[in-house]
């Protein structure tokens, strides 16, 4: 129902920041709770963030609070990840997700993906 496509991964050193960004298209945007996962090689795809459908509430996984920032512009149909004091820890493919209604933690739960952009911290 919603295509998502996300942009703005690269390779970064520890300590700098990135900024990710997902554009969705054919769906209603302001309808979808939003998520940031990522999944590094041997690992499950874990939750980084969510967002309300209004942008009022969000929540981090412990990992990232404080170092990390969802937001979203509903006039754009756009989600962002802000990544700052990264760590190599940080370093897998992140992908943005949508949701229908209320957030939620669980993989499972998300309906719509985008195919991924990698982040990679070096040392």
């Known amino acids: 129902q919603v295509q998502l496509v996300e942009s703005g991964g690269g390779l970064v050193q520890a300590g700098g920041s990135l900024r990710l960004s997902c554009v969705a298209s054919g769906g209603t945007f302001s309808r979808y709770t939003m998520g940031w996962f990522r999944q590094a090689p041997g690992q499950e795809r874990e939750l980084v963030a969510h967002?309300?459908?209004?942008?009022?509430?969000?929540n981090y996984a412990d990992s990232v609070k404080g170092r990390f920032t969802i937001s979203r512009d509903n006039a754009q149909n756009t989600v962002y990840l802000q990544m700052n004091s990264l760590k190599p820890e940080d370093t897998a493919v992140y992908y943005c997700?949508?949701?229908?209604?209320?957030?939620?933690?669980?993989?499972?739960?998300?309906?719509?993906w985008g195919p991924g952009t990698q982040v990679t911290v070096s040392s």
């Open positions: 967002i309300s459908r209004g942008g009022y509430a969000t």
């Open positions: 997700a949508a949701r229908q209604g209320l957030g939620s933690i669980y993989v499972y739960e998300y309906n719509n």
